[in-house]
């Protein structure tokens, strides 16, 4: 593991938390992880992991940087965030969960967030996002009017609070859901303290479960991924811990975000990604153990497993 830290900003409120991996090479992957970084208005924790031991990110590119090796190539995301939260400041009792391809158009978000977190112990820190064009580049403006609408899941849940708004299983394959449950969250710090983000969701969807879990309606996430039955006590195992912190009390910040493009949403699999899995029985208690760096990696020999979760970060066809 390799830490580098700069001038921390301890008197901030809110941190921010992101994590970086780019198995494939994406080229959009950095060109964005940039951007979001060049408008980000506050201090930033990021933990980048590397498969094959180099690095895209540098000191300049995060307050504290942590890198990390893993020799499996599989969703980590949630796994990296904790360790990233763990890594900010003592001192500081809010936090912002970031995707790292996103930029804020009301730059005051962090102190309305601060403020908000006084009353919910969850907050999405925006209720539109703009989906960005393949052609609209990094550096461009991040609000072109062509942008397609998103509605943030807070924002709608704090108008109808149904819970059918996270039922996915109805969703067409290739496209989005109905709402942005992901791209930017924000929690006081004890939310986390004893019990992490959900992080054994292999091929993602992590956000949706940990919302699921959020609003008391577990059983949806579970039979959407097609969990294993071994899958589904280790997420409800979780998700029965969780959903007490919450009780659905669930807050948002008025205000855009641009959520940079990093291609087409039909090459996600958000959906399909999860039919064939189910073949392979994964068990996160059996088939996951923690290296020394913090990261996941498999435990068992399910070579067919391990190769079709690897190919998905291919299919996704990031840079179009």
């Known amino acids: 593991m390799i830490l580098f830290t700069r001038n921390l900003r301890l008197a901030e409120e809110v941190w921010g938390i992101c994590a970086y991996f780019n198995p494939v090479g994406y080229r959009r992957r950095l060109a964005n992880y940039r951007e979001f970084r060049r408008h980000l208005a506050v201090p930033l924790v990021t933990v980048e992991m590397s498969h094959d031991g180099r690095y895209e990110l540098g000191p300049d590119d995060a307050d504290v940087l942590i890198q990390c090796s893993a020799a499996d190539v599989l969703w980590q995301r949630e796994r990296m965030l904790n360790l990233a939260l ?173 959520h940079l493009w990093h291609g087409d949403v039909e090459h996600r699999g958000y959906k399909t990604r999860y039919a064939r899995f189910q073949d392979f029985d994964f068990d996160p208690a059996r088939d996951l153990q923690l290296a020394e760096s913090g990261m996941w990696q498999w435990a068992t020999e399910k070579v067919e497993m391990h190769a079709y979760v690897r190919d998905y970060f291919a299919s996704r066809r990031e840079d179009g």
């Not at 005051?108 to 999405?124: E, G, H, K, V, Y």
């Not at 009017?145 to 509605?151: A, G, L, M, Y």
Request: glycine fraction near 6%.
């Open 86 to 258: 763990a890594a900010v400041p003592p001192g500081c009792n809010k936090i912002a969960r970031l995707d790292c391809d996103v930029v804020f158009e009301n730059p005051d978000w962090p102190r309305l967030a601060s403020r908000l977190l006084d009353d919910f112990p969850l907050i999405q820190l925006f209720d539109e996002a703009f989906d960005q064009p393949p052609d609209c580049l990094p550096g461009q403006p991040a609000f072109p009017d062509r942008s397609r609408v998103w509605e943030g899941f807070a924002s709608q849940w704090a108008t109808s609070r149904d819970p059918r708004t996270l039922d996915r299983r109805s969703q067409a394959s290739g496209t989005r859901s109905t709402s942005a449950m992901g791209l930017a969250w924000a929690f006081r710090r004890d939310l986390h303290q004893d019990i992490g983000m959900y992080d054994a969701c292999v091929l993602g969807g992590a956000e949706h479960a940990i919302l699921c879990a959020a609003c008391g309606v577990a059983d949806m996430v579970a039979s959407y991924q097609q969990m294993s039955p071994a899958r589904n006590r280790h997420y409800f195992d979780w998700a029965t811990q969780f959903q007490p912190l919450i009780a659905g009390q669930l807050g948002f910040v008025p205000g855009r975000i641009a």
